[in-house]
């Protein structure tokens, strides 16, 4: 039998439930500050150390990057840290833009960074320039980061990558390039949609096209892909690679 005094007893209950779980966060917040003061040292040095204590604050809901002037950024330091970071990712990303259309690898971005910044930086890896890059929207869409399987890359520049870009970058990968002809046999789209894609990608500055000395076949490159850290180097030292990409970019497909 239904009991009117049940309906009663859980609608009180509810807000000391919630009072029991903000005084449990609040004394969570409490502990994560002199967890903070006392490895102070640690958080600024240690790039992984610092990202397990973000993870942290995400979980209560805490973010040090909100104000460099709070309690966080006087006591480590982070809002700074990161400003500082997003300025020379802003920086650097300007520079490599000619030769990569605004899509950088991520492991070529921590590199330069950690050269920019010189041997007395800060440690720092690839959680903190994704922390950095967040606090870039204020300049616009242009900076994020992208994923390409399980590679990231990071984007300056204010283009909206379609789910047609990325899969033909995610085709790209392992050549570092592509065909109109591979792109229609892999991902079986029909010419007019393939030539419309590469157009876009070479508008953009995101690929360049060169023309195969053998078989005369349009080779389409992805600078960022052909240069990264984790390709270029094998890719420019291959004897037997068919081609390289032009310095020439063109405007349109072929």
Not at 21 to 27: A, D, G
Not at 112 to 119: E, H, I, P, Q, V
Not at 209 to 235: A, E, K, N
């Amino acid at each position: 039998m239904y009991c009117p005094s049940y309906k009663w007893h859980t609608s009180d209950l509810v807000p000391f439930v919630l009072l029991q779980i903000e005084n449990q966060l609040e004394v969570f917040k409490k502990n994560l500050e002199a967890f903070a003061v006392k490895y102070k040292d640690q958080l600024k040095k240690d790039p992984e150390f610092r990202q397990y204590f973000n993870e942290l604050c995400a979980k209560i809901g805490v973010d040090p990057l909100v104000s460099s002037k709070g309690f966080w950024g006087q006591l480590l330091g982070v809002g700074d840290f990161y400003y500082e970071l997003g300025v020379q990712i802003v920086e650097i990303c300007i520079q490599t833009r000619p030769m990569n259309g605004g899509l950088m690898d991520m492991d070529d971005a921590l590199v330069a960074l950690k050269k920019k910044r010189g041997a007395n930086g800060k440690a720092l890896n690839k959680d903190d320039i994704d922390r950095a890059v967040s606090q870039l929207h204020v300049l616009g869409s242009g900076f994020q980061i992208i994923k390409l399987g399980k590679r990231k890359l990071l984007q300056s520049v204010p283009y909206q990558l379609s789910n047609d870009h990325t899969a033909i970058l995610e085709l790209a990968q392992g050549a570092n390039y592509v065909t109109l002809e591979g792109i229609m046999a892999e991902l079986h789209w029909n010419e007019a949609r393939a030539k419309l894609i590469l157009s876009e990608l070479l508008e953009e500055g995101m690929a360049w096209v060169d023309i195969d000395p053998t078989s005369r076949q349009h080779l389409y490159w992805f600078p960022t892909l052909y240069f990264g850290s984790s390709s270029g180097s094998s890719v420019a030292s291959s004897s037997s690679s068919s081609s390289s990409p032009s310095t020439v970019k063109q405007s349109s497909s072929s």
